[in-house]
């Protein structure tokens, strides 16, 4: 099998002395945080109270801990803490439906369809001092005579016309085409981002410190030369460790692509897996809706949703993975049809092209 193989031990040496001291308080502050969670569980009122107050100040510690951490790195953008503080109810909202244990597919679905709108808009919704794109609309009434109208909107041809869709799959899949969709909607022209596609996966064996990221080159679809000098775009629901994203492009870096940008949108990251990213990429920009504290010894984010990508796909049965065309089977004929230009580009990259 043609693979890739980056190691946890790799990532680990990326990290600067300053970014380990605030893993470290943040790792104190968790181990207190649990102990509340078991007072919560107890189901004796009084604790309950107690442990609610308590948990209440931490989860405020780490937020103020994790937005000065993040203030010093101009690569990471989390919403929170960049944007309006009105805006934050609406983000800090549909997190807790995603982490709720009794939000089922469909549902899930739809809020991460929601998340990479509002993610989208963080990345390039505000861009002052941008020209403006007129949009003349055919509308449905035609009496007295066939309508139209005139909208106005920001000129980010330029931010976004350069994009390839880089998919990492399989979790990925979903968000990519919502993220394509944005950019088709928000370009003057209609466009619809190329896409690339990678088979990259964690050895699930193995814990945190001592994990392994597998490039499978063989059933992954892309060409190098459509890569180089653009701007890559990645949609992952969750960024725990940071270690898919790196191994991909240092790949593509190794083959000698070199991309205008490179683009990593995540509904949740885990704090070392962004300090991660940014310290291991140039020219990299991380685009978070939320950011957790920790991760688990077996590399799970804390406290997380569980596993982003059987909740948007629904579990494999029969020990077999689905492939693209399968997934995309699942996803049902509302989705496939709103996305119908993206998935006619993920068909013709599977089709047409081999690594």
Not at 3 to 24: N, P, T
Not at 138 to 149: F, H, I, L, M
Not at 220 to 238: E, I, T
Request: hydrophobic share 40%; proline share 3%.
């Amino acid at each position: 099998m043609n693979r890739v193989i980056l190691k946890a031990g790799d990532l680990d040496g990326y990290l600067a002395g300053a970014d380990w001291d605030y893993l470290s308080r943040m790792d104190v502050l968790y181990r207190e945080v649990m102990e509340s969670f078991k007072l919560l569980s107890s189901g004796i009122p009084e604790q309950r109270r107690k442990a609610e107050d308590r948990l209440i100040s931490l989860y405020n510690e780490m937020g103020l801990l994790m937005q000065k951490i993040c203030g010093t790195e101009s690569a990471l953008h989390v919403y929170s803490f960049l944007t309006p503080q009105e805006s934050h109810a609406e983000a800090s909202r549909l997190i807790a439906k995603l982490r709720d244990v009794r939000t089922e597919n469909q549902e899930f679905v739809y809020y991460i369809q929601r998340a990479y709108e509002m993610l989208f808009k963080l990345a390039w919704g505000g861009a002052p001092g941008a020209s403006k794109n007129y949009l003349i609309v055919k509308t449905p009434v035609t009496s007295p005579v066939q309508n139209y109208a005139v909208h106005k909107i920001t000129n980010i041809d330029g931010r976004i016309e350069n994009a390839v869709m880089c998919v990492m799959l399989r979790g990925a899949l979903l968000p990519s085409m919502i993220m394509s969709k944005e950019i088709e909607e928000y370009s003057s022209h209609g466009y619809v981002t190329p896409f690339a596609l990678f088979r990259i996966r964690r050895d699930e064996t193995k814990k945190e410190n001592d994990m392994e990221y597998i490039l499978d080159l063989d059933h992954s679809y892309f060409s190098l030369a459509d890569l180089d000098g653009k701007d890559l775009l990645f949609a992952d629901p969750m960024n725990a460790t940071g270690g898919s994203l790196v191994t991909v492009v240092k790949y593509l870096l190794g083959e000698g692509v070199k991309p205008r940008s490179i683009q990593f949108f995540n509904v949740i990251a885990a704090l070392k897996g962004a300090l991660r990213v940014v310290r291991a990429l140039e020219n990299c920009g991380v685009y978070t809706l939320w950011m957790d504290p920790v991760m688990n010894e077996s590399a799970y984010i804390m406290p997380g949703l569980g596993d982003a990508g059987d909740r948007i796909n629904g579990k494999d049965s029969g020990g077999e993975f689905r492939n693209i065309i399968q997934l995309i089977a699942c996803y049902g004929e509302n989705i496939t049809r709103l996305y119908r230009r993206q998935l006619r580009g993920i068909e013709d990259t599977v089709l047409n092209r081999r690594p």
